[in-house]
């Protein structure tokens, strides 16, 4: 499985940048699908989650109720809608993959890196004050 990882950009703060994340493979439509984020000097974090069929979504307490994650089966995509940005949103962002779908059971278990096996390279998102 391969991941790759695009849309992101320089915004101010207030505004929105919508990232996208393409995925390889046949069995797209099982994997619980995630995005995190990796700000400088900091550790990466869980930003927000979907499972196979997108009926269930999980998200980090600093982006609940800005950022909306979504999927599209049929393209192998999933989708980070982030509005209302913060310059504290700035970090690299990465998508990453589940083929297991065990991440979708819980909150805990979708936010832990742990749980998924396949990365993307990652996309800047950098939000100017």
């Known amino acids: 499985v391969q991941l790759q990882a695009f849309g992101g950009g320089l915004v101010q703060a207030g505004g929105s940048l919508r990232l996208s994340c393409t995925a390889s493979?046949?069995?797209?439509?099982?994997?619980?699908m995630a995005w995190f984020r990796q700000a400088p000097g900091k550790e990466r974090a869980f930003v927000a989650h979907?499972?196979?069929?997108?009926?269930?979504?999980y998200y980090a307490d600093s982006v609940k109720g800005r950022f909306t994650i979504s999927r599209d089966n049929a393209k192998n995509t999933v989708a980070l809608q982030m509005n209302s940005l913060k310059p504290e949103d700035t970090a690299v962002y990465y998508c990453?993959?589940?083929?297991?779908?065990?991440?979708?059971?819980?909150?805990?278990?979708?936010?832990?890196?742990?749980?998924?096996?396949?990365w993307g390279q990652g996309t800047l998102v950098t939000v100017s004050s």
């Open positions: 979907i499972s196979w069929s997108g009926g269930t979504t």
């Open positions: 990453a993959a589940d083929p297991t779908g065990y991440s979708s059971g819980s909150y805990f278990l979708g936010r832990s890196p742990s749980r998924y096996d396949y």
């Open positions: 493979g046949r069995s797209f439509s099982r994997y619980g």
